[in-house]
């Protein structure tokens, strides 16, 4: 045998090895990016800050959250459901971009329960009814009789066009037989201004967007929005102690990966990421802004989806509200 092919071939040799450690490597042998579909300081992103640290940890590969706000969230769930399904491109979303969008854009260009794929809900976010200081009686169903004594005399505050906080009002709405008008803010702290300066009398909002004004005294809460109370307010009753029957309205926070990607690689994210909820420190600093622990099986995490999609369609179809 020629000596070149002889010296050949065991270079060769090792570079065919070197190629399939590279395809067998164990998931993940490079850092994972989480991408977060909204501004750097939100509440998604506060989640998504506290737990990535700690999936490194689990996962033994470093974790980089990547912020990529735009179009209400749906930008971010866009570039990951057309990442390439192989577990380094995740995303942190939450029930605005997956189940709300698709029911009230007109012209949303991709479809998020067909490109990604559910791994695992992380948390469940009661709302919080909460008003300015001009309102003087104790609870819901004095709160429901003021509203009802004046039809559309007061001002309802939301974060936005089409946002949980808008579509809040209007489930309120139907389920108690009120009438308000709403007024759109862009965010939170503007919506909360408002109603500090006594422009908007009321707002079923994110708890974090109220809970240093509330705490302070400066506006006041009157009940939660999920079946069991709040920790960030357990002195408050629900809204279905108040007597607002199968009043049941929660965010939640989950992750998701392109679809298509790999069962084992989706397994073991979701695995890493139940370990990372349980840790004390995490659960009492996701409670302390109104988060609840929920973590599941993919599949319940699934299914919930699907109920979502549903309510939240309903409420916005009920209520006529549409964007472009």
Not at 47 to 52: M, S, W
Not at 124 to 143: D, H, I
Not at 246 to 260: E, N, R, S, Y
Request: charged content about 15%; proline content about 7%; glycine content about 10%.
């Amino acid at each position: 045998m020629n000596r070149l092919i002889k010296l050949a071939i065991p270079v060769l040799s090792g570079v065919w090895a070197m190629g399939v450690c590279a395809q067998t490597a164990p998931y993940p042998n490079r850092p994972v990016t989480l991408v977060v579909p909204f501004a750097a300081g939100g509440a998604f992103d506060v989640v998504a800050r506290l737990t990535a640290k700690e999936l490194g940890k689990e996962l033994n590969q470093s974790v980089v959250v990547d912020n990529k706000p735009g179009a209400g969230g749906v930008l971010g769930g866009k570039i990951v459901g057309h990442a390439k399904p192989d577990g380094y491109t995740i995303l942190l979303s939450g029930v605005g971009p997956i189940t709300i969008a698709p029911a009230i854009y007109k012209k949303m260009d991709y479809s998020p329960a067909k490109v990604l794929t559910p791994i695992i809900q992380l948390t469940s976010s009661p709302f919080v009814l909460t008003t300015a200081p001009q309102f003087k009686g104790n609870n819901v169903q004095e709160f429901v009789a003021y509203l009802k004594a004046s039809p559309n005399a007061y001002n309802y505050a939301s974060t936005g066009n089409g946002t949980l906080v808008h579509l809040a009002g209007e489930y309120f709405k139907s389920r108690t037989g009120t009438e308000f008008v709403h007024v759109p803010f862009t965010g939170g702290s503007q919506a909360t201004t408002s109603m500090m300066a006594g422009e908007t009398l009321f707002s079923i909002t994110n708890i974090p967007n109220v809970r240093t004004q509330i705490d302070a005294g400066k506006l006041r809460a009157i009940a939660t929005t999920g079946t069991k109370r709040s920790s960030a307010f357990p002195q408050l009753p629900t809204m279905i102690e108040s007597g607002i029957p199968q009043f049941d309205l929660t965010g939640w926070i989950g992750i998701f990966a392109p679809a298509g990607t790999p069962a084992p690689i989706v397994q073991r994210v979701h695995d890493a990421y139940e370990k990372v909820m349980q840790n004390p420190e995490l659960r009492a600093r996701l409670q302390q802004q109104g988060d609840e622990v929920a973590t599941g099986s993919t599949k319940e995490f699934a299914d919930f989806l699907i109920k979502s999609q549903k309510q939240w369609g309903d409420i916005a179809s009920t209520a006529n509200v549409a964007l472009d």
